[in-house]
């Protein structure tokens, strides 16, 4: 009896000290555990669980040490998947995106009569206003050649029609949308070609008599801005992108997305560079830069030159394929000037876009008058795509982020001797020598001209090579980043390159609880199989935002 009844004791302080530290145990609102979780933290270390509260992560660790100090009404058992920070993309297009894709989907057609039987099709089902499109590149197809609009004309006498190159840098559009435009055969453009054959115009627009045609096109309603938001939000979320660095938004769209936020509408969070409108100068130069939770607005965003697909970067020698041409400038220097002076007084980072050399030693050179040496001020250059050797070192010397896009460089590839010639090509897409400058990078896509998954990125700038694993060895492999340099682009470096890395970037105490979960750890897996990976869930906030099924 004296046995039985010790044991009965020995039973009840066992269960009145489970019961005890039961009620001990620190409330969360959702525990992550048995996952393999990527911190991204400045030693790059790997846990097994972490407990989120109120959208952010109270504590990472073994799963022993999480599940003996918290509880929660939901947890996740990752089952051994690997678990990243929440995608961050450096520089895309939000709403161009999400309208893109309403609109012809040219990418991937291998000949101008294909653009034809695309936009016939498309028109069938959409008879009215102007029919537009966008991702036809002529780089692609057997003839070379850019486009007239012969053929628009006769198929579509009456109705607009406007397709954009991939690059958005050209577009073709049909006399009816010149006539709508007010484009007549004596028009000039600063910052842009109106292209002409035969003393005629040819429908071909590059970069600023984009613009000038794209004025004619009818203003969007909030209703559509808003439905094209939430579409591109669902895409985005379903590739693991929890924060998106919006290269140009104009000022009817960032009121949008803060309505969007404020009604909890639209979760993803935003990093917006704003197009240098006048609405958006008289609001902010005023008011200064403004951040919320998931709306932080303080860079706006310029054009130096435009793109090389469409020979309108802007080069020190000419083209190697177009003599006589070495591109467009499409901002003004003195306006540029100017900019930087306003940015700089106000608090605002500024972002360029510079393709050819030239435009990176203007835009540099600028900066560095601005800027006078060492400094916190983050200012970007978006693209950085073709950079001298003798340039490099002011990215170094003054601070400035260069901001990537990897999948431009396996894009371009096939083409880019042809446009600069093999000595000139050896300082394009020069990641690891930018990377060296200042010790970071920020990698994006330029979504709607890429795709927006960020695990090409990832791919493209550790493997260099394309969706088809073209080249075999890769395309100057010499500029390859690391796996780990990588996943630090397309998190904690991007946070960094946003001035939000105490908020987001990496998974640790006190930052927003956004991550991804993959099927695959790409950390560790076959090249072959990193393509292949898929997102199982994504979360912004501790919230689940997508969801494999």
Known sequence: MKLISKTFKIFGFVALAILFSCQNLVEADLIVHNAKIYTVDSVFSIAEAMAIKNGKIM????????????????????????????????????????????????????????????????????????????????????????????????????????LHRIDGHAAIANSKAFELAEVDEKIKIEGGIFKREDGKLSGLLIDNAVERVSAAIPMLSDQQRREALLRAEMECFAVGLTTL????TDFETAELIKQMHKSDELKMRVYAMLTPSGQNKVRYYKDGPLKTDRLNIRSFKFYADGALGSRGALL???????????????????????ASQKLYAYGFQMNTHCIGDLANEMVLSLYAQMLEGANDKRWRIEHAQVVDDSDLEMYKNYNIIPSVQPTHATSDMYWLNDRLGSERAKNAYAYKELLEQNGLIALGT?????????????????????????????????????REEALKGMTIWNAIANFEEEEKGSIEKGKFADFVVLDRDIMTADEKEILGATVQATYVNGEKVFELK
């Open 316 to 338: 020190k020698e000419d083209y190697s394929d177009d003599h006589g041409n070495h591109g467009i400038q499409i901002t003004d220097s003195a306006d540029l000037i100017e």
């Open 59 to 162: 504590e990472v660790g073994p799963d022993n040490q999480i599940k003996n100090k918290y509880r929660a009404k939901e947890e996740l058992d990752a089952k051994l998947k690997a678990i990243y920070p929440g995608f961050i993309d450096g520089h895309c297009h939000f709403l161009s995106y999400g309208l893109s894709l309403s609109k012809v989907n040219l990418v991937g057609t291998a000949s101008w009569s294909e653009v034809l039987e695309r936009t016939v099709e498309f028109a069938k089902n959409h008879p009215d206003g102007w029919i537009l499109g966008r991702g036809w590149d002529q780089n692609d197809w057997e003839a070379k050649e850019f486009p007239t609009n012969k053929e628009l004309d006769s198929l579509f006498p009456d109705r607009a029609v406007m």
């Open 446 to 482: 330029d979504f709607p001209v890429e795709g927006i998954d960020p695990l090409r990125t990832f791919y493209a700038a550790v493997f260099r090579k394309d969706e088809k694993g073209y080249p075999e060895n890769g395309f100057q492999m010499e500029n390859a980043l690391s």
């Open 245 to 248: 660095s919006d290269a140009g």
